[in-house]
Structures are given as C-alpha cells and as structure tokens.
C-alpha cells in the first residue's frame, strides 16, 4: 500500500489550496483518512480526520476555513483550505487507516509543504 499525496505550494495569507491523497495497492477498504501537520521543533497536530461514513473532526484552529473530504471509489482523500493563515505553514501528511488481514495497519504519505507568506 502507498499514498501518494500532491498540492501543496506557496500561498499568499487569505488564499486556497487543496491537498490530494490517493491511496494504492491490495486495499479491500479504508477506515479513517486524513491530515496531520508538523512544523520543524513542533509536535505534530491532527488536523482533520474523516471516517469511511463521513463523519469528520477537525484541529479548533482550522474550522470554518478547511473541509476534508474523501472519494471511496478512488481511495482518494482532500483538504481544501481556504482563508490560509502563515500559521498554517508545515509540511502536512496524510494518513489512512486499512484493515489488512484481520490487523489494521497506519499508512502515511511522504508529505507535502505548504507555505503561507506574502
């Protein structure tokens, strides 16, 4: 199983972006799927997660400005990201949750950066 995630750039503050992430190999299914972030000398944040049914969770910081969404047919996830702030600046990995062989099993894309800046 791979992700492989796209999107990420530069950004001027008020802008968008929208971050892919497809997942590929023998996946039967997909649990959750989603987005951390991390910052060089911080911890990584969670910063949206959303599960085979749809439900959703999002970091307080981000809500209102970024919708997560997911294609089950494509293995697909998206982060759309509006009203971008500098503070959004990491580099983001996505995430999917896959049930193999009766162990459910973490995968992680290589992560893309996105800045912020004027």
């Known amino acids: 199983v791979q992700l492989q995630a796209s999107g990420g750039g530069l950004v001027q503050p008020g802008g968008s972006l929208r971050l892919s992430c497809a997942a590929s190999?023998?996946?039967?299914?997909?649990?959750?799927m989603g987005w951390y972030r991390q910052v060089p000398g911080k911890q990584r944040e969670l910063v949206a997660v959303?599960?085979?049914?749809?439900?959703?969770n999002y970091l307080n910081s981000v809500k209102g400005r970024f919708t997560i969404s997911r294609e089950n047919a494509k293995n697909t996830v998206y982060l759309q990201m509006d009203s971008l702030k500098p503070e959004d600046t990491a580099v983001y990995y996505c995430?999917?949750?896959?049930?193999?062989?009766?162990?459910?099993?973490?995968?992680w894309g290589q992560g893309t950066l996105v800045t912020v800046s004027s």
């Open positions: 995430f999917a949750q896959i049930p193999l062989g009766g162990t459910i099993y973490d995968y």
């Open positions: 959303i599960s085979s049914g749809g439900n959703t």
């Open positions: 190999g023998s996946i039967v299914s997909i649990n959750y």
